[in-house]
């Protein structure tokens, strides 16, 4: 059974964060106390039930991978704005035929007017409202990565189909649509690369950046590559084509935290 890079991506986090859990808390009920080099993920402590003050552990995962989005809606009638946050550890494009990854990021941070059947519940006005919304990222992440959306759900076939699409990757990359603050420079440092023509079956490959050189990891097999072979991987300009090895998952380096 062909299994999802992706999924499974989401798996490896999340379940290295348990692990690292619960070895905190173990260490802590051996030491019987916790250590005051500990900080808060968001805001101050929680405090529980039975009077113990507790602190959400952040882990490595955390400092390395996640970032802070923003989900802002704009009421149209009063023009109050509400604004949500969320934690991620990735973000999933959609992707279109001869794009790239920053016109993919662009539709991401894109403004969605929400009417009709889709209006906006507004507090201040108490009432279902048409509103403006929009996705933006507070806080960059250390190492942003984005999944390309290549499996999608077609309808009139019943079932998910995969999306060749040519969409270009760089090897930098400058956030500047989506986030609050300055531009956030990253540089592309490794590439989970699906090869297959459909969702069902397939086989995963990656490339990765390492002291400079790019190689290339086909299971046991590793060879170092030239770097302009990456860009082979971007996908395919046409439908058919007998080129099925398309990037799926991209892993970008913040360049700020280098320089600092």
């Known amino acids: 059974m062909h299994q999802d890079a992706h999924e499974f991506l989401n798996f490896l986090l999340n379940e290295l964060v348990d692990i690292l859990e619960k070895e905190d808390q173990a260490a802590k009920k051996e030491g019987g106390t916790s250590s005051p ?10 405090p529980q039930a039975n ?6 552990l952040v882990t ?9 989005l923003t989900n802002e809606t704009r009421c149209l009638r009063c023009e109050t704005v509400t604004a949500r946050d969320e934690a ?5 494009l959609d992707i279109e035929q001869n794009s790239s990854i920053t016109s993919c990021l662009k539709n991401f ?6 009417n009709a059947e889709d209006k906006f519940f507004c507090d201040k006005c108490c009432s279902l409202q048409e509103a403006q919304k929009r996705m933006k990222i507070k806080k960059p992440p250390h190492i942003l990565v984005i999944h390309l959306k290549r499996f999608k759900y077609i309808e009139q076939l019943g079932r998910y189909k995969k999306l060749s699409y040519r969409v270009v990757f760089p090897l930098e990359l400058k956030l500047s649509n989506t986030v609050e603050d300055a531009d956030s420079e990253y540089s592309l440092f490794a590439v989970v690369v699906h090869v297959g023509s459909g969702p069902n079956h397939g086989h995963y490959v990656s490339l ?12 046991e097999n590793v060879e170092m590559i030239d770097e302009s072979a990456v860009q082979t991987f971007f996908g395919s300009a046409q439908e058919y084509s007998s080129n099925t090895d398309h990037g799926y ?7 700020c935290a ?3």
């Open 37 to 46: 080099s500990e900080k808060t993920v968001n805001g101050p402590k929680n």
């Open 51 to 56: 009077g113990v003050q507790k602190e959400p």
């Open 208 to 219: 990765v950046k390492s002291h400079n050189h790019w190689l290339f990891f086909d299971d």
């Open 88 to 92: 991620f550890f990735d973000l999933s």
């Open 60 to 68: 490595w995962v955390h400092k390395n991978f996640q970032g802070i």
């Open 249 to 255: 998952i991209l892993f970008y380096e913040s360049l």
């Open 109 to 114: 941070s894109s403004t969605e007017t929400l």
């Open 258 to 260: 280098n320089k600092s």
